[in-house]
């Protein structure tokens, strides 16, 4: 079990540097990328994305995956949206998507966990069962012009900080002192790095992994909140490629799709690199279609910068992999 | 097995509660498919239809795709002609998506005809257009320029970059401007696909990289929440003129804070009513008068037999002051 | 292996025979010769595809093709692009092909030299793929597929789809005869299943996973052609959504995610049952968004049932 939380590693300085030249660059050549209200912008539609990635990362650091969670978001924020319309007030509708995302993430948990079906596969046919139910939750309508309620609360500025910042830094904070201080934090490298150790040392791998889930499914709710006080609206198409998106970043960010290498610096970097990608681009006139393009690049150029030094290895992947019950891979 | 059984049974109860939905077939049949289900669009669009049906007396079926994805209206398409619906309108995704089952629809004697969006050249029997492409998009950029001034910088955020309907009103924005009014700039319209939070995320884009940007035009009705919502969000609003094709309830909320100056749509549930109603006729076989009013319709519509474009007629614009005479 | 292969197709074929019965039940009209087209015109670009994915999963290493959907839509666009400006139309088949080929390849290197995941290398050229296809187009087709073709894409025979009897039904033929009588098709069971050994007792490992990553954009390729010459024009979407359909029915088929188990004609058999459920649903006017959500179910519950059958066994 000698994994331990990277704090900042080489994948993070990357990151970090790519991000500075990436602002040096964009500032050169738009002088309106640098300005107060281009930066709040981009950290504006980092939320969602923040918190998704949040979660995504403590899943694949138990060598899950989750290819639903966009759509977790989505019917978290048909209850927040509901309870607006009914008069809750702001306090109940906020709090109602981290709880409704938790409901949500235990049924993700129950099927992937319970079920023993490989995540990939559940969180595939849990994909198109929540779109069906967000679609009868919506029954054909949209949820849109909702009250502004929750908008005065979350949208307001603290010091001239959107008060989602903040927010978002707590969630990290909370997640990093649990997985760095905690024996619960210990369990879950040990069973992303070693199903089989890990539970011949004690560990209730089942446990683990189904909080992981559940996690995963609070963050999706918390920004489903965020989500309804920036839009206000939901449309039956919500979320659609968030789960993609989120798996990109996190995976950019150095967390290790096998599990036992998380890095939460890294997710938000990560997150970070990608929005500021998406609106620099746009800035210097780049059309937004070739904005995937751009994701799909960096994916392959931040991660091909890995190649060859034996990070893959196929053959102890296999058998990493191989079910029931995953024996002990190299890491 | 048990759980074999289990599973069979689940499937079963599936098929089983279907049946509700299965329809008597002693009625003639309009069906009409649109580009994506789930939207209230759309809905107002079924609504008409079946208030039509109604009237008319004939059956209506409504079916479309969960994504703005050609080949599955293709298949829901194809299979109503299986069906043998005597009349099947389209709001196609993609003018030449229709080509292959044009031919299948003529075997079969089935009329098979476009509305809301257009497929020119496929052989359809007619479209029924909520108003034309040209004055849709001459309509939007001249009530622009009346709240943004002469030399406004404009910019365009659209949705699924595939979507014809769309394509062609911004064609004729580009029309516009470079005619009738040189000092305005037209951005390169940029598009969000389907998402609500894509679109904030490239209008929020657009007005920061264009500080003097004076307005926002969205084109899907998709896009529209995401738009405004950009320009409440960077406090924009009075500074940059939002407008979009939605309709008053979606849009209502928006003018009255002030993001949208207008919004510019026909009433998508009487252009489902005329949907149904051509249907009626193609199936009867009678042709359409080049103006008539139609049973259960206020006002005249026009028909041009040598395009076999129906029109509804002008669009209408809805403001602040006009938004809460309208429920649709 | 042959345990799971075995059953994987009665439950598949009873599925089958219950959503036809219920469909001759609620909906008698549907039991017709144009039907059987409507299904098997639909399955072919899906079943093309699944094939190619099938290869790649079997093969192990996390295996997985995430790009089909925009390989497919890339080369539509690039076939059309060539053919318009000025290349042979007599050579679009082969540019269709070739183009294929070429973009698993991609995958084949960023896999097996590069060492990236396949999930990660995959997600990667699915964004740059599909990306790619919308943006040179700006998202517009490019119509004016070759006259030739259409004969071809939209005909049938008795009433089968041409495209389905000339491709789909050979290669799965092919692809099962290669599987099962080949050195090359037992090292994909091999290594899939125990890769450690695999390498041990001297198979190219490498060079067969490169293969079968070529394979997969090899039939994207043929589909994209598929798509040309049915709808007459290319289409910078017409693989949306392809990839995550493809794994579906790889997946319910009986082919095990992580490779080295499972076989191609569960596959084939999956594809049929899902595009028959979709037909059967829109025959019955059931709203779309019931497909999505049945399929989903489906898929976990049919693996549901696979897992116990297991844990039964090994217990």
Redesign the interface.
């Known amino acids: 079990m000698g994994a331990i939380v990277r704090q900042i590693g080489e994948r993070e300085l990357l990151l970090g540097a790519a991000c500075i030249v990436a602002l040096l660059l964009f500032s050169l050549i738009?002088p309106?990328?640098l300005?107060a209200?281009?930066i709040l912008?981009v950290l504006?539609?980092c939320n969602?994305l923040f918190l998704i990635g949040l979660g995504m990362t403590v899943v694949l650091g138990i060598g899950g995956?989750d290819v639903s969670v966009g759509v977790v978001m989505g019917l978290a924020a048909i209850a927040v949206g509901r309870l607006l319309q009914a008069d809750a007030g702001p306090l109940l509708s906020g709090l109602a998507g981290p709880l409704a995302g938790g409901v949500i993430g235990l049924v993700t948990a129950s099927?992937v966990v319970l079920?023993?079906?490989?995540a990939?596969?559940?969180t595939?046919?849990?994909?198109?069962?929540?779109?069906?139910?967000v679609?009868?939750a919506?029954g054909?309508?949209?949820l849109?012009?909702l009250p502004t309620d929750l908008t005065s609360v979350l949208?307001a500025p603290v010091l001239g900080i959107p008060v989602a910042l903040p927010v978002v830094a707590i969630a990290y904070l909370i997640v990093f002192v649990v997985i760095r201080h905690t024996p619960f934090g210990l369990h879950v490298l040990a069973t992303g790095n070693s199903e089989v150790k890990a539970r011949l040392s004690g560990v209730s791998v089942r446990r683990v992994q189904f909080t992981a889930y559940v996690i995963s499914g609070i963050c999706c709710g918390l920004a489903a909140s965020f989500?309804i006080a920036?839009?206000?609206?939901v449309?039956?198409?919500?979320?659609?490629?968030l789960a993609?998106e989120a798996?990109?970043a996190v995976?950019l960010g150095g967390t290790s799709?096998?599990g036992g290498r998380m890095s939460l610096l890294g997710t938000a970097l990560g997150v970070l690199l990608l929005r500021i990608l998406?609106?620099g681009l746009?800035?210097?006139g780049v059309?937004?279609?070739?904005?995937?393009?751009v994701?799909?690049?960096l994916?392959?150029l931040v991660?091909?910068t890995?190649?060859?030094r034996?990070?893959?290895d196929?053959?102890?992947?296999?058998?990493h992999?191989?079910?029931?019950g995953r024996q002990g891979a190299a890491g | 097995m048990l759980k074999t059984r289990t599973l069979l049974l689940a499937v079963a109860a599936a098929l089983a509660a279907s049946t509700t939905f299965a329809a008597a077939q002693d009625k003639a049949r309009v069906a009409f498919v649109p580009q994506i289900v789930g939207i209230p669009y759309f809905d107002a669009m079924q609504q008409g239809g079946e208030q039509a049906a109604k009237k008319l007396g004939v059956e209506f079926v409504y079916q479309g795709p969960v994504d703005t994805n050609p080949v599955d209206q293709l298949q829901i398409v194809q299979n109503l002609i299986n069906q043998g619906v005597e009349a099947i309108s389209v709001s196609v995704l993609d003018a030449s998506s229709l080509a292959p089952v044009v031919e299948a629809a003529k075997a079969k004697d089935i009329k098979l005809f476009t509305s809301d969006s257009d497929a020119p050249d496929s052989g359809r029997a007619l479209y029924v257009a909520q108003a034309s492409d040209q004055g849709l998009g001459y309509t939007i950029i001249d009530e622009m320029v009346k709240r943004a001034g002469e030399d406004a910088k404009i910019g365009i955020v659209s949705g699924e970059a595939t979507a014809s309907n769309l394509n062609a009103w911004i064609g004729y924005m580009q029309e516009r401007v470079k005619e009738k009014y040189p000092n305005v700039t037209l951005l390169d319209p940029q598009f969000a696909g389907g998402s609500a939070e894509r679109a904030a995320q490239i209008a929020g884009d657009m007005m920061a990289s264009n500080p003097d940007l004076k307005g926002i035009i969205a084109v899907a009705s998709t896009t529209c929440p995401g738009v405004a919502q950009a320009i409440e969000t960077a406090g924009k609003i009075g500074a940059v003129v939002g407008t979009g094709y939605c309709s008053p309830n979606t849009a209502r909320a928006y003018l009255k804070s002030g993001a949208f100056g207008y919004s510019v749509l026909w009433d998508p549930s009487e252009l489902g009513y005329l949907t149904v109603w051509a249907g009626k006729q193609l199936i009867d076989g009678k042709t359409i008068p080049a103006e008539t009013t139609p049973e259960g319709m206020s006002h005249p519509v026009t028909y041009d037999d040598k395009t076999g474009i129906l029109l509804l007629g002008d669009p209408a614009v809805f403001t602040a002051d006009n938004v809460d005479d309208f429920n649709f | 292996m042959s345990s799971r292969t075995s059953l994987t197709l009665p439950i598949l074929a009873g599925l089958w025979i219950l959503i036809v019965a219920g469909l001759a039940i609620l909906q008698p009209s549907a039991m017709a010769l144009s039907t059987v087209t409507t299904v098997l015109q639909f399955s072919t670009l899906l079943a093309l595809v699944s094939l190619g994915q099938a290869m790649v999963i079997l093969g192990g290493g996390a295996g997985i093709d995430l790009s089909v959907g925009g390989t497919v839509s890339l080369v539509a666009i690039i076939a059309m692009l060539l053919d318009t400006a000025g290349v042979p139309s007599f050579l679009l088949p082969v540019v269709c092909l070739v183009a294929g080929t070429l973009l698993g390849l991609v995958n084949g290197i960023l896999v097996t030299r590069l060492r990236l995941l396949p999930l990660i290398a995959t997600l990667g050229t699915f964004y740059v793929y599909s990306g790619t296809a919308l943006a040179i187009t700006g998202g517009s087709a490019i119509g004016g597929a070759p006259a030739y073709l259409l004969p071809w894409g939209r005909g049938t025979l008795a009433g089968f789809p041409l495209p389905f009897v000339t491709l789909v039904l050979p290669l799965f033929v092919l692809a099962v005869l290669l599987l099962r009588y080949t050195a090359w098709g037992r090292w994909i069971y091999a290594f899939g299943f125990n890769e450690r050994s695999a390498r041990l007792v001297g198979i190219p490992v490498d060079r067969a996973r490169f293969i079968a990553y070529g394979f997969s954009g090899l039939m994207a390729g043929l589909a994209a052609l598929v798509s040309l010459a049915w709808l007459g024009s290319a289409r910078p979407n017409i693989g949306q959504n392809l990839e995550l359909t493809s794994l579906t029915a790889v997946m319910l088929g009986g082919v095990a995610i992580f490779g080295g188990r499972g076989g191609l004609v569960g596959v084939l058999a999956a594809v049929l049952l899902l595009v028959t459920l979709q037909t059967g649903l829109l025959q019955l006017n059931v709203n779309t968004i019931w497909q999505v959500g049945i399929i989903g179910a489906l898929l976990i519950l049919v693996l549901l049932v696979d897992n116990i059958r297991m844990i039964r066994r090994t217990a």
Not at chain 1, 115 to 118: C, E, H, L, Y
């Open positions: 738009s309106y990328f300005t209200t281009n912008t504006r539609n969602e995956i099927v079920g023993r079906i490989p990939i596969v559940a595939l046919g849990l994909f198109g069962v929540y779109r069906a139910a679609f009868l919506l054909g309508a949209w849109s012009g949208g989500y920036t839009y206000r609206n449309a039956m198409t919500i979320g659609g490629t993609l798996i990109a995976i799709i096998l998406q609106n746009l800035l210097v059309p937004s279609l070739w904005q995937p393009v994701t799909g690049l994916l392959i991660l091909g890995e190649a060859g034996g990070r893959f196929a053959a102890s992947l296999t058998r992999l191989r079910r029931p």
